[in-house]
C-alpha cells in the first residue's frame, strides 16, 4: 500500500494518487498519521462483494448450528431492554 501525503495532492492534484493506485490502495497521510485510504471503484466493489459473501456464509453457519432466534424486532428490543 502506498502513502501520498495530503500537501502532496494539495501540491499535484489528483495525479499524485493515480501513479499510486497502480499499487493498490493508498494511504493519505496528514500530520504524519494515515487518514484516508482512496482505492479504484473495481477494488472497492470487490471488496464489497467479499464482505457481503463472509457475512452471509457466517449467518449461514450461526443457523445451522442453532444461534439464531426467531421473532419480530419489537420482540428483539424488549428482549434487549429487560437485559435477557
Same mark, same amino acid.
Given at each position: 500500500?502506498?502513502?501520498?501525503?495530503?500537501?502532496?495532492?494539495?501540491?499535484?492534484?489528483?495525479?499524485?494518487?493515480?501513479?499510486?493506485?497502480?499499487?493498490?490502495?493508498?494511504?493519505?497521510? =496528514?500530520?504524519? =498519521?494515515?487518514?484516508?485510504?482512496?482505492? =479504484?471503484?473495481? %477494488?472497492?466493489?470487490?471488496?464489497?462483494? %467479499?464482505?457481503?459473501?463472509? =457475512?452471509?456464509?457466517?449467518?449461514?453457519?450461526?443457523?445451522?448450528?442453532?444461534?439464531?432466534?426467531?421473532?419480530?424486532?419489537?420482540?428483539?428490543?424488549?428482549?434487549?431492554?429487560?437485559?435477557?
Amino acid at each position: 500500500m502506498s502513502l501520498v501525503s495530503v500537501s502532496e495532492i494539495k501540491r499535484r492534484g489528483m495525479s499524485s494518487v493515480d501513479k499510486a493506485l497502480e499499487d493498490g490502495p493508498v494511504h493519505l497521510v =496528514r500530520s504524519n =498519521r494515515a487518514e484516508y485510504v482512496v482505492m =479504484r471503484e473495481m %477494488d472497492y466493489q470487490e471488496l464489497m462483494t %467479499d464482505l457481503a459473501s463472509a =457475512r452471509l456464509a457466517a449467518s449461514e453457519h450461526d443457523l445451522k448450528a442453532g444461534r439464531v432466534q426467531r421473532g419480530n424486532a419489537a420482540e428483539l428490543m424488549d428482549e434487549l431492554t429487560r437485559g435477557e
